[in-house]
């Protein structure tokens, strides 16, 4: 046997607002498009040091650093 719809629920007192059709929302109003931003240009900054083919800073020779980048240690 088959279960057929209670159509009767509806005729309850305060059911009638559960079962109701949702209230239309307004019109929008209607705006004026918004103007395009222009876009900032995106230009390339040059690096503080010079590099090379990889982006790693090129390598330079300093008196004051050994082959592992530590200080030397003068001698007192």
């Not at 103007?35 to 800073?57: F, I, M, N, S, Y």
């Not at 300093?62 to 007192?76: C, I, Q, S, Y």
């Amino acid at each position: 046997m088959r279960d057929k719809k209670d159509n009767a629920t509806i005729d309850l007192p305060g059911f009638e607002e559960a079962f109701a059709p949702p209230p239309l929302p307004a019109e929008p109003k209607k705006l004026a498009p918004r103007p395009r931003r222009a876009a900032l240009k995106q230009e390339q900054l040059e690096l503080l040091d010079e590099t090379d083919a990889t982006g790693l800073p090129v390598w330079k020779r300093d008196d004051n650093l050994d082959l592992t980048g530590l200080p030397v240690w003068a001698p007192a």
